[in-house]
């Protein structure tokens, strides 16, 4: 029962956290990191841009939206990173790849 302000739904439970195919490969309940620390390979998902709404319409404008999945393709020299969404890849910059917070999620 929720009370008014509160979620009915806090955690999973524990034998659904379990039963998860991504429990037993450890990218369940991570923690958001910027996407500059992610490390490549893998998919991500977008769960917040920090900075004002010009930062966010430049990353909106290259498919970096908060809720959507990338995959990181490569780090780059400098800080940068190739990300991969859809049948697009675009490189960000260091500066705009510290921005962008992710969670791993699972492949």
């Known amino acids: 029962m929720a009370f ?4 009915a739904l806090l955690a999973p439970s524990s034998a659904t956290a379990a039963a998860s195919p991504c429990a037993s490969q450890g990218c ?3 923690p958001d990191r910027p996407l500059a620390d992610s490390g490549s390979g893998g998919p991500v998902l977008v769960t917040g841009i920090l900075g004002g709404r010009k930062i966010a319409r430049d990353l909106g404008d290259l498919g970096v939206r ?3 999945t990338l995959t990181v ?4 020299t400098g800080g940068g990173v190739a990300v991969r969404r859809g049948g697009m890849t675009v490189a960000i910059g260091a500066l705009l790849a510290r921005q962008v917070m992710v969670r791993a999620t699972c492949p």
Request: hydrophobic share 30%; aromatic share 0%.
């Open 4 to 7: 008014h302000g509160e979620s």
């Open 73 to 76: 393709v490569r780090r780059l």
């Open 66 to 68: 908060v809720g959507n």
């Open 28 to 30: 369940e309940g991570a």
